[in-house]
């Protein structure tokens, strides 16, 4: 199976800072990778995503950074705004055996200090 | 841009009642999920759908749960007999291929009173 899990549940950053959510995951044959963005009382949006054929893929404004050796993905954050502030969570899509369902890890809230 | 509806936004219900919560799914998407959100905590998969039949379920979707997709839009969730746990966001999913991001709902807020 897959577990997925987050280091810090909570990151407080001041507006302007760049900002660093972590995600650990379990199963060495992963090979897609998914932030989202979860603002209150909405459903997850996708921001940001990577294949494991890759160590790091740019967004605007969002880095994903992807660590295979250690399963260990981050998502970055750049001149972090208030807008920012929401839930992130990593996911990470299972294979056929798994009903290719989508495992999220616990969320990180992202707190943006003006 | 295309997106992934459900109705209604928020269902409030009797406990032992039975809900149907309603998705419409982007249309060109073959994979189908159904999750759920407590308040406060992380999102829970459900049931996922696929080629006509369920393809993986977890342990809260028991006998009380089940999936439908009657025609080629709709894909519906249905709870038997509510419980005060049922209590949650409720959040309909759909992806294009395995490799591709999923697009979730805005989610049904389900209240078991």
């Known amino acids: 199976g897959e577990s997925v899990g987050l280091h810090l549940p909570t990151l407080s950053v001041q507006e302007g800072d760049n900002s660093i959510i972590n995600c650990a995951y379990s199963n060495s044959a992963s090979d897609y990778f998914i932030w989202y963005k979860q603002e209150s009382g909405k459903g997850p949006q996708f921001i940001i995503d990577?294949?494991?054929?890759?160590d790091k893929r740019q967004g605007q404004r969002v880095t994903v950074l992807l660590n295979k050796t250690v399963k260990h993905l981050s998502l970055q954050i750049a001149a972090t705004q208030p807008g920012d502030s929401a839930v992130y969570f990593c996911a990470v899509p299972l294979g056929v055996e798994y009903g290719n369902k989508l495992v999220f890890g616990a969320g990180t809230i992202l707190r943006v200090k003006s | 841009e295309p997106e992934v509806t459900q109705t209604p936004s928020h269902q409030v219900t009797q406990m032992g009642q039975e809900v149907i919560l309603r998705c419409v799914p982007i249309?060109?998407?073959?994979?189908f999920y159904w999750y759920r959100q407590i308040l406060g905590q992380k999102v829970e998969f459900l049931v996922s759908f696929y080629n006509n039949e369920i393809s993986e379920k977890s342990e809260i979707f028991d006998d009380q749960f089940s999936v439908e997709r009657p025609d080629g839009s709709n894909f519906t969730l249905k709870i038997r007999s509510t419980k005060l746990e049922d209590s949650a966001m409720y959040f309909c999913a759909s992806r294009l291929s395995r490799v591709t991001e999923a697009f979730f709902g805005q989610g049904t807020r389900l209240t078991v009173v």
């Open positions: 249309s060109n998407h073959l994979y």
């Open positions: 990577i294949r494991s054929n890759m």
